[in-house]
Each structure stands twice: as C-alpha cells, then as structure tokens.
C-alpha cells in the first residue's frame, strides 16, 4: 500500500491534457466534424478539471491520511479470521486441484533444486569460473545484456514474436485466425507493473490481440530473458491459446471466454519450454534465461506459501527469490509484492505447467512411435481452459482412442 500514493499522484494533473483520460480525445473518426470534435473535447477538459482530479486529490487524503495508518505490518492470509481455510480456497480456486499448501510447499523445493542444478551447467558452459550469486550479478548489470532504450526493446520485443510466427505450424495442428500486435504498457503504468501481459482481441475481431512490453528502465530489462517472456506472453503462449479459444464456434461462450489460471498460465508456461524445439534460445545466456524463467515460476510455490502458510516476511521472500533467480531488484520486489496481494494466483503457473508435460509424458510413452505433438497440443487447446482434472481425463480418453487407432 506504501506505493499507492505515488500513483494516484500520477492522476492529479494540472493541464487536463495530461491525463490519461483525455487520451481518447486525442483523435476521432473522420466522421465526427470540426465542431463536434471540439465540443467532445471542451467537454472532456471540463469534467477532468471539474470532477476527476477533485476526485482523485479527495482520495489522495484519504488514503494518506486514514487508510494507510490503518494498514497492518505483517502479512499474509493467516493473519485474517479463518486464514488457513481462506488460503486452501485460494489454492483450490487457482490450480482446480486439491494440493494442501504443504504439498505446493514441497514441490516448490523440489523443482527449485532441479532448476538449481541444470542453471549450475548452464552457468559452466559459458566459461564463467566465479560463483553463481557473482553469475547473478554479472547478468544483472553487465550493459551487453541490455537495450540503451525502450525503442529498442521495443523493437526487438516486435522481431522476436516475427521470428517465431512461421515456426509455429511445428508445434500446433490447428493456428487460429485472430492477429496480435506489440505494443508497450504505459507510462504511467509501467513503474508499478510487470516486465510483460497480454491482452485478448475483441470477440468481434474488431480488435487484435496485444502483448504489452515493458520499457519503463530499460537497463533492468535483459536481453536473455526475452524469448522465454515473448513465448509465454504471445506465441504459442497466451495469444495462440486465447485466440483458439475464442473461435471454436458453437462452443458455450463461457467456455470459450472464461479461464481457469492453472489451464492458462500453465499452458504459457509450458509453452516457453517449446522455444527449445523451435531454436529459441541460441546460447548459453538465452538458454539460462528460459531457467530464470522457470525457476521464477517454481520460487512462486515456496514463495507464496511461504506467505500465507508458513508466516514469512516480506524481507524473507525477496531475500530467497534474490537468492535462486537473476531477475532484476525491480522485479522481484514488484513479484513478492503481488504474492503478497494476490493470495495463491501465482500458484498456478507451475501447477498447471507440470500437469500439461506429465500428461505429455504419459502419452509419450502409452503411444511411442504413433505420439504426434501438433494433435497432442491441439487437443490440450482444443476445447478452451479447463480445470486440470477435466483436462487429464479427456487427455486419457484421447490415447486410448488414439491406441485403438
């Protein structure tokens, strides 16, 4: 809540013009006229000045003065009346699975230690001979890894998702129609939001799907990392899945819009793993960027149950996750401080991630030579984000029906 002021301050202008919600009235169709485009904006000025800074400086004090006091220390969901069960419900809700907190605790360990140990050869085959915190820190700062400017990382965000376009027919059977662009997150948005999102088109298709690129200091933004983040943000992740979800025609339209984050950010995830077949990460550094992401992903489990569960401070999460991954300060400390906002959200990537390749493995090995991974993947995609549990069974059906021939 202490970076809350900063950013309503952002929305108390002195020219109405500067806010960001004048920004529609910064253009109009050709249809509108020189009149009623100067009315709209007259119109715009007026109610910014009249009533939307009032309004935010009315909040401003508030916020400062009541609420911000009155906000605890500690944190976590257990502080709250019934926190354990409320936690439970969370880790239900986000991973459709039964996993108590312990067992998410547990598997978090786990993997965080597989990762550790493939980053250690990863580390050895760049030739760098110090230790790993000294790796960490290397790739945190060295200036070949980073952009001068947002321009260019802008523009290389755009080249990747170019670049990965035609290799996607490999991976999947059926590619949806919907385009996306690449676009960066606002600036008054981007200080306080993370390194990358996607948004969904318009199910009209009056609108293209957009995967929004953080340019806010650019030095934090390192080059190894962006092929896993564009993998997972656009394609095959976020953008294919959705898009295919959107246009399965006579499909319920909850079941084509809705989402389940263990279906969604778990296939995101798995999709960064399918950079390796398609030549995606070139060297060492881009190949131990895909396990930063990873490991990001895993520190999540042992994080976020570390918070709510396991009574862990702030300091405490930031400290591990410094630890175990090379993502800049700024990330991390706007990472924990989303665990810490968003009780079992982030449970859901990994979760989700595991079940799609244990699934994958098992058809692997139940269909040999007969495994084909475009329709392995298109029925993972093939009937919109499901819960884990549904997902599994209709997995199963199709390898048996696969095995029947």
């Known amino acids: 809540m202490q970076r809350v002021p900063a950013q309503i301050d952002k929305q ?47 909040f401003k004090a508030f916020f400062n003065g009541e609420y911000l006091p009155a906000c605890m220390d500690d944190i976590g969901v257990w502080r709250l009346p019934n926190g354990q069960k409320l936690y439970q419900h969370f880790i239900r809700e986000h991973t459709t699975t039964n996993l108590t907190a312990d067992e998410i605790h547990e598997i978090g360990l786990r993997e965080v230690a597989r990762i550790d140990r493939e980053m250690a050869e990863v580390m050895r085959s760049t030739g760098f001979t110090g230790t790993r915190e000294a790796f960490f820190q ?77 340019l806010y200091r650019p030095e934090t933004r390192p080059k190894w990392e962006m092929a896993a983040l564009t993998l997972h943000e656009a394609v095959p992740g976020h953008h294919l899945q959705i898009a295919r979800a959107m246009e399965l025609g006579e499909m319920p339209q909850f079941r084509k819009y809705e989402g389940y984050s263990a279906y969604v950010e778990g296939w995101a995830l798995y999709s960064e793993s399918l950079g390796d077949e398609i030549g995606m990460y070139d060297d060492p550094y881009d190949r131990f960027g895909k396990l930063t992401y990873e490991m990001w992903r895993a520190v999540r489990l042992v994080l976020d149950t570390g918070i709510h569960h396991k009574h862990w401070s702030r300091e405490q999460a930031i400290e591990y996750f410094k630890a175990h991954a090379a993502k800049s300060d700024l990330d991390i400390t706007n990472e924990v401080d989303r665990y810490i906002a968003w009780p079992g959200q982030a449970l859901a990537y990994k979760i989700g991630e595991l079940k799609i390749k244990e699934l994958r493995a098992r058809a ?9 991974e475009r329709a392995f993947h298109d029925v993972i995609l093939g009937q919109g984000a499901l819960p884990l549990e549904v997902l599994e069974r209709i997995v199963n059906e199709w390898i048996q029906t696969q095995k029947r021939g």
Do not use: H, W
Request: proline letters at 8%; charged letters at 30%.
């Open 364 to 372: 692997t090995k139940e269909l040999g030579d007969r495994f084909d």
């Open 138 to 214: 290397f790739l945190r700062t060295d200036k070949r890894f980073f952009y001068s400017n947002g321009d260019e990382l802008l523009a290389a965000s755009r080249a990747l998702c170019k670049r990965i376009d035609p290799k996607l027919v490999k991976l999947i059977g059926t590619i949806p129609r919907m385009p996306y662009g690449v676009e960066p997150i606002p600036d008054n948005m981007a200080p306080d939001t993370t390194t990358a999102y996607y948004q969904p088109g318009a199910a009209d298709g009056s609108r293209a799907g957009t995967y929004y690129v953080n």
């Open 12 to 58: 108390i202008v002195d020219d109405a013009k500067r806010s960001r919600f004048y920004k529609p009235f910064e253009s109009f169709p050709r249809s509108f006229t020189t009149e009623q485009i100067a009315r709209y904006r007259s119109d715009a000025e007026e109610a910014i000045e009249g009533n939307v800074v009032p309004a935010y400086a009315k």
